[in-house]
């Protein structure tokens, strides 16, 4: 089951297998490509796993364990490596909150992500050699981009695993949080960035050209919400 939460401009999406540690089967793909959908408009997107033990264990083994042709492993890969794009697409900044651990697969989800807020006690690795596979859902591109393609290689490669002390050195998580002020400070972050300016930064931070940041700064000088924070600036309001 994947969930749904609306409010103030920021979508939470959850994906809600907590008995197979929110491992991602191919409903969940499904669900997971309709949950994006009906997150249209939000301002922020979080991702997360239900409970405090997983984030996403990765691909459901027992249901994809199904797969055994060429065609139908291409088609799973890129199945959910083109739900992966559409979460790196997304307009609005999109959150991982690591509530548990990602591995494999949730790894992968991770990194589709914008930034990645996660828990002092989870631990991250993209594990898949463990079972003689690879990432194939943009994982593998998008850990390069992270923290450089030699060290991906040897991350990947060995299938480690990483506290998420080790895994913030590294740039692969954005913040580490203690577990008990874990859900309070992923849901600051999003409020924070539910608004119209973070997501042309966004939008900027991936390449759009002089003219087009230019452009998105004067829409954002002339909206309403610009000159209603000014005045009250100016007015010594906060």
């Known amino acids: ?97 690591l509530n548990g651990h990602a591995f494999g697969g949730g790894a992968e989800v991770a990194v589709a992500a914008d930034i990645r807020i996660a828990a002092d006690d989870i631990k991250i690795g993209f594990n898949q050699a463990a079972l003689a596979i690879m990432p194939a859902w943009g994982g593998a591109e998008r850990l390069a981009a992270l923290v450089g393609r030699g060290r991906a290689l040897m991350l990947a490669g060995s299938a480690t695993i990483l506290p998420a002390a080790e895994a913030l050195r590294l740039g692969l998580v954005d913040q580490v949080l203690p577990r008990a002020s874990f859900d309070a400070g992923w849901r600051a972050l999003a409020a924070s960035l539910a608004n119209p300016s973070a997501g042309e930064i966004k939008r900027v931070l991936a390449g759009a050209s002089p003219e087009e940041a230019v452009n998105a700064f004067a829409h954002l000088w002339v909206s309403d919400a610009h000159w209603a924070a000014a005045d009250k600036a100016l007015n010594g309001k906060k």
């Open 1 to 97: 089951m994947v969930d749904l939460e609306l409010n103030d401009g920021v979508a939470v999406i959850t994906i809600n297998r907590p008995q197979a540690r929110n491992a991602i089967a191919p409903a969940t793909m499904d669900q997971l490509d309709k949950a994006i959908d009906s997150a249209a408009g939000a301002r922020t997107l979080v991702i997360r796993g239900a409970g405090d033990r997983a984030f996403v264990s990765g691909g459901d083994l027992k249901e994809l364990s199904a797969l055994r042709t060429l065609d139908a492993a291409s088609e799973m890969a890129w199945r959910m490596r083109l739900i992966c794009d559409r979460l790196a697409a997304f307009p609005a900044p999109v959150i991982a909150a």
